[in-house]
């Protein structure tokens, strides 16, 4: 069965670069949630769309944003990048409000 | 190196025996709760669940307990063994403003598996 795709796999960064992470839900579930997961520590909320509107913010920083599109698909943006956003990224996504949420295989931003 | 789960709690047990891991939750109000185990450098990978009128669940060689009264989960893992080694997570599912709902991940427990 289909799982939640995240690209990049891996990203490197340096300081104040953006980057720009990708997140495909698996087929016909209309809500996406962004993780930060810092290292040793739980994963943090970041901030979830649900049929393509912002529907959920947590402890997202100003510098990013995200979105989801019209496929579904959603993506974020994280501008002046800093060394403490190093982290591993995860989105999930599930088929319908208050159900169990599929994770990806996460990104793991790397700032140098 | 991968250091998730550097420092989280650890709980080290006999492969055989049976493992119980606990978790506090912090809203009232949360009706939805998943077990998630972490393997190294992977996503959270789901285990079992449970809704807020329920305070017991079985699964295959897992059980989680429910304690409203104390917002405490448990999971407990029977026959424990080494691919069992992982962190594990509870996630609470807390109502969102436009009726969807975040889950929110409770300090996780590094499971060690002895052989």
């Known amino acids: 069965a289909a799982g939640v795709i995240q690209s990049p796999r891996h990203l490197i960064k340096e300081k104040r670069e953006t980057a720009t992470l990708k997140c495909y839900p698996i087929?016909?579930?209309?809500?996406v949630y962004w993780y930060q997961q810092g290292p040793g520590q739980d994963p943090q909320f970041l901030i979830s769309?649900?049929?393509?509107?912002?529907?959920d913010k947590g402890s997202i920083p100003d510098r990013f944003s995200a979105q989801q599109f019209s496929d579904y698909h959603s993506e974020l943006n994280m501008s002046s990048l800093e060394l403490g956003d190093s982290a591993l990224y995860f989105c999930?996504?599930?088929?319908?409000?208050?159900?169990?949420?599929?994770f990806g295989q996460g990104t793991r931003l790397t700032v140098v | 190196g991968e250091s998730v789960g550097l420092h989280l709690p650890t709980l080290s047990v006999q492969e055989g025996d049976n493992s119980i891991i606990n978790c506090a939750y912090s809203?009232?109000?949360?009706?939805?709760f998943i077990w998630y185990k972490q393997e190294s450098g992977k996503g959270p990978q789901f285990i079992i669940d449970?809704?807020?009128?329920?305070d017991k669940r079985q699964g295959q060689r897992v059980t989680v307990l429910l304690n409203k009264t104390v917002k405490h989960l448990s999971l407990q893992i029977a026959a424990t063994q080494p691919g069992d080694s992982a962190v594990y997570f509870c996630?609470?599912?807390?109502?969102?403003?436009?009726?969807?709902?975040?889950?929110?991940f409770g300090t996780g427990t590094r499971l060690k598996v002895l052989a």
């Open positions: 087929p016909r579930h209309d809500t």
């Open positions: 996630a609470e599912n807390m109502g969102g403003t436009s009726g969807t709902y975040k889950y929110i």
């Open positions: 449970i809704r807020s009128n329920m």
């Open positions: 769309f649900y049929e393509k509107m912002q529907s």
């Open positions: 809203n009232s109000a949360s009706d939805y």
């Open positions: 999930a996504s599930t088929l319908r409000t208050g159900a169990e949420a599929f």
